[in-house]
């Protein structure tokens, strides 16, 4: 091996351990943060078909169940279609094209990547599992002819109201509008979860898991986003030409 081989070797380790001085935190934690998503998630299904939240499950849908009424379904459904077959594609499609025109290409990409890997995952999940609707009580409508465990709409209404509220925390300098967006984007999940139990077509397992599995998602793209962005790699979600970013972006 040459002086040259070796220098190089050197200089490549010298790097790596920048590199990792630089983003090991963000690494341990997006990864530890993933690890446990997913931990919790393997804890509530193997309790779940062990039969162990039967009980719960009923008697907390049945509780939700008794408070219904003409008002409730009304603010209900509102919030069921908007994690939905219609509001899902509109609240991804809107601010997708927003961003685009805005000339922020990486965080379009990361909200299509969230909202396609959480239906992506939610569908392999359900096929999974494989458990059947709750139908503890006759329903006006039709019962969606998917499986139950986890829900879709917990799942995906968490990685778009969660990557959005990411998005908004990077591009929007008000502080005050960011913990507002924050806790419409937080209240937003939690009523779509709650409307699935409200109309009986979940039950409140379904809607953790749900949480958890679109949490996991979540969670690896937020923490790759920011190692990159940490790294001053030749791309971010401000993509700009001649493709490189300053500090004093992040704001734009």
Excluded at 65 to 90: E, Q, R, W
Excluded at 199 to 209: E, K, L, N, Q, R
Aim: proline fraction near 4%; hydrophobic fraction near 50%.
């Amino acid at each position: 091996m040459t002086d040259n081989d070796t220098a190089k070797r050197h200089s490549f380790w010298l790097v790596l351990l920048a590199l990792l001085r630089q983003t090991g935190v963000y690494i341990v934690v997006g990864l530890g943060g993933a690890l446990l998503l997913l931990y919790l998630f393997a804890e509530l299904t193997e309790d779940l078909f062990r039969n162990q939240f039967t009980s719960l499950d009923d008697n907390f849908e049945l509780w939700v169940h008794s408070f219904a009424n003409p008002g409730f379904d009304l603010i209900f459904n509102f919030f069921t279609t908007l994690g939905g077959g219609l509001g899902v594609p509109l609240l991804t499609g809107l601010p997708f094209l927003f961003l685009l025109w805005k000339r922020h290409f990486f965080s379009a990409i990361m909200l299509l990547l969230a909202v396609l890997g959480g239906l992506l995952i939610n569908f392999v999940l359900k096929q999974l599992f494989q458990r059947p609707r709750p139908d503890l009580w006759e329903s006006a409508f039709a019962r969606p002819t998917s499986f139950s465990f986890p829900s879709g709409h917990a799942t995906v209404s968490l990685c778009l109201f969660g990557m959005l509220t990411w998005i908004f925390f990077h591009l929007l300098k008000s502080r005050g509008l960011k913990i507002f967006l924050a806790a419409l984007m937080a209240f937003t999940i939690f009523m779509v979860g709650l409307s699935r139990v409200y109309f009986g077509v979940h039950y409140p397992t379904d809607v953790i898991g749900g949480y958890l599995s679109g949490g996991f998602w979540l969670t690896l793209l937020i923490s790759g986003d920011t190692i990159f962005t940490k790294l001053h790699l030749p791309r971010s979600r401000d993509i700009l030409p001649p493709f490189t970013r300053t500090d004093s972006q992040v704001g734009s």
